[in-house]
């Protein structure tokens, strides 16, 4: 599962965004007048895990290439100390070649104290090749998706892993720019 987590940061394969291998200060260059894409955020929490889990801003507009920062705020509704993990995913899949985050909260366990808030911050940028991306021409919204589970839920991130095996057995589109 491990690997399967890797790989998939690595190459953006099953809509997961790049975490690893980008030259950042090259690639986050904003595109003069580049086509407007509209980055959407959406969130979830899993069955049993007391938590409220929401985007503070429900969209962002970009162009390829401009970095942008968005933030998920998170409230432990119950009275004990409670450790969470998130998962995310970006549709449409193909996208998740271009969707390229410099800072993320995702994979890391977050301990949240009774009743405690915290703001999490996300920094990405939309990779400027997009816009040769023929799959992806007339694509004008992305969604980055998140969803939050107790750490250490085996139950509940076994079923997560078959989920992913479904979605991640399907073909990555094929890019243009190749």
């Not at 894409?37 to 970009?62: C, H, M, Y």
């Not at 995310?88 to 909260?105: H, M, S």
């Not at 969803?147 to 991640?168: I, L, R």
């Amino acid at each position: 599962r491990v690997f399967k987590i890797k790989f998939c940061q690595k190459t953006g394969f099953g809509g997961t965004a790049k975490t690893e291998d980008v030259d950042y200060k090259e690639r986050a260059k904003p595109v003069e007048n580049g086509r407007v894409f509209k980055i959407k955020f959406n969130s979830d929490v899993a069955r049993g895990l007391q938590w409220k889990f929401t985007p503070v801003q429900r969209e962002v507009k970009v162009v390829p290439g401009e970095a942008a920062l968005a933030f998920f705020s998170v409230t432990n509704n119950s009275d004990e100390a409670i450790t969470g993990v998130s998962a995310y995913n970006v549709q449409p899949d193909a996208a998740g070649n271009y969707f390229n985050k410099i800072q993320c909260f995702c994979f890391e366990e977050q301990r949240l104290q009774p009743h405690e808030t915290v703001d999490m911050p996300v920094f990405f940028f939309v990779d400027p090749d997009i816009l040769n991306d023929k799959v992806l021409g007339i694509c004008d919204t992305i969604t980055l998706s998140y969803t939050f589970f107790k750490s250490g839920d085996e139950e509940q991130m076994k079923q997560f892993q078959e989920m992913a095996d479904k979605v991640w057995t399907y073909p990555q589109p094929a890019s243009s720019s190749n």
